[in-house]
Every structure is written in C-alpha cells, then in structure tokens.
C-alpha cells in the first residue's frame, strides 16, 4: 500500500481585493510532501512563499483549492480544530525567534505544551530533552538576551519540536544571522532531517534552498519548478517549468 503524503496541496489559491484590483498572491498551487522530507519553498519577494507558508501553518484560510495535513481537510477545520492543528501537527521556527524576554530557554520551550495542559514535572523533562537534542544544555536557564543570535534560534527550534509535530515549518530562519551563523544553522536542520522529521524551509536565498534535496520554486502565485535543491536552486529567471506534484522521493 502507498503511504499517503503528510502533505497534500491541490490547486490552493489565495486571492486579495486591493480596493478595485484582485491580487493573487497563489494561483492554483499543487504539491505534496511526504513524511521525513526536507523541502525548501524558494522564490523572490512576491512570489507567493509567505502566503503559502500561512497557509501551510493553517494561519490564513485559502480562497479555494484543498490542503490536507496529516489526513486532516484544513478548510474545513472550525477556529478551535484549527488551534489545536496549530499546537500538535507543526512546529514554527520564525525568522525573529520570537522568545518571551523575561522568560528562560526553559521556560520558552515548555510554552506549547503548558497549552496542551502537560504536568510541570513532564513539560520541564520534555523540554530539557529538546534542548539537548539541539545543543542547549549548558544554557537551559539562560534568558534570550544572555544568548547570541544563534542560540536563540536553536531556543526556538527546540520550542518547535518539544511538542513532537508532524511539521517543522520554518520561516527565512537565518534571516537575522551572519553567514557563519546561519550556515550551523541549516547543518542543524539536516541533522533533525537525518533524524526523521519532515521540514518545509521557507526562503528567498537560492543557497538554502540548494541545501535541501527538495525544492519548490514559486513565482507570481505559482509553482514554476519543483525538484532536487541543487538544480531548482540555480534556476534563473524566468524559472524553467517542471511537474509539480509526484517529485517527493
């Protein structure tokens, strides 16, 4: 028997009214994405990649097409489903960490689960563990602003996994990191891909994307490349069209 995708997009559309003219910031996007794959979602400014991310993370509603996560028809989720999706099926990595100031990397990791009503004792076990798993534990107990940029981005990593989700989506992750920084990074997200966990990497940089094996390219709303990071990577504009669906290994 075929294994289902963890992901499976069809003909998805997000359409804007900007007073008398209609943006389409998606067209009629289709893809999926299997269980344990590393998938960059590439493109320039205004190609469509947040939109899509948005909607992936189930943080904006489509104007048509389907989406469905982990069996899960996302447009026909009510608000409260669509918080619980939210909280068990992904773990959000966001370009500007977003970690409470006051609050320890401890602290920080436990929040999803303080949502889902875990005991102290297992939040706290829970936490430690994701923090080991990516480097973290000489600096538990440490606040954001005791830590470099780096680390703070590992914080927030761990915070996306503590809760074991189906998805690690994340969100231009080294934006906000030097090169040196960044490139930990990304080997970072490859060890947690060796580890199993499927991961869609949202970013305009074609160097990222050229990490991943897999990558979708977007332009003007559409899919316009999909296929192994290396060669949609280095695709010039205009992108050269390939099968969008049925690339996942």
């Known amino acids: ?3 289902a995708p963890l992901i499976s997009v069809e003909n998805l559309t997000r359409h804007y009214r900007v007073g008398e ?30 939109t899509l991310m948005n909607l992936i993370g189930a943080l904006d509603t489509a104007t048509g097409g389907s989406y469905r ?4 028809d996302v447009e026909h989720l009510s608000d ?47 936490a ?16 954001p602003n005791e830590l470099s940029g780096g680390q703070r981005q590992r914080v927030a990593i761990a915070r996306a996994l503590v809760g074991n989700p189906s998805l690690l989506l994340a969100d231009e992750p080294t934006g906000n990191l030097d090169s040196a920084t960044g490139e930990e990074i990304i080997r970072l997200f490859g060890e947690l891909h ?18 991943c094996p897999r990558a979708i ?15 949609v990577a280095s695709l010039g504009a205009p992108p050269v069209q390939s099968p969008q669906a049925g690339a996942a290994a």
Not at 69 to 72: A, F, Q, R, W
Not at 89 to 116: C, D, K, M
């Open 80 to 126: 409260d489903q669509l918080a619980d999706l939210r909280n068990n099926e992904i773990g959000f990595v966001f370009q500007t960490f977003q970690l409470l100031s006051r609050s320890t990397a401890l602290a920080n990791v436990e929040l999803p689960l303080v949502y889902r009503g875990l005991p102290r004792k297992e939040r706290k076990e829970k």
């Open 128 to 143: 430690v563990q994701a923090l080991e798993s990516v480097g973290l534990a000489n600096r538990m107990h440490h606040k």
């Open 69 to 72: 996560i982990n069996g899960k």
């Open 1 to 3: 028997m075929t294994e």
């Open 21 to 50: 003219e209609e943006v389409r910031a998606l067209d009629g996007v289709s893809f999926d994405v299997m269980r344990g794959e590393w998938v960059a979602v590439v493109g320039q400014s205004g190609s469509g990649k947040s």
């Open 194 to 211: 060796k580890r199993g966990h499927t991961i869609m990497l949202v970013t305009h940089e074609p160097r990222l994307a050229a990490r």
């Open 217 to 231: 390219r977007l332009s003007d709303g559409k899919v316009v490349a999909d296929g192994p990071g290396a060669e």
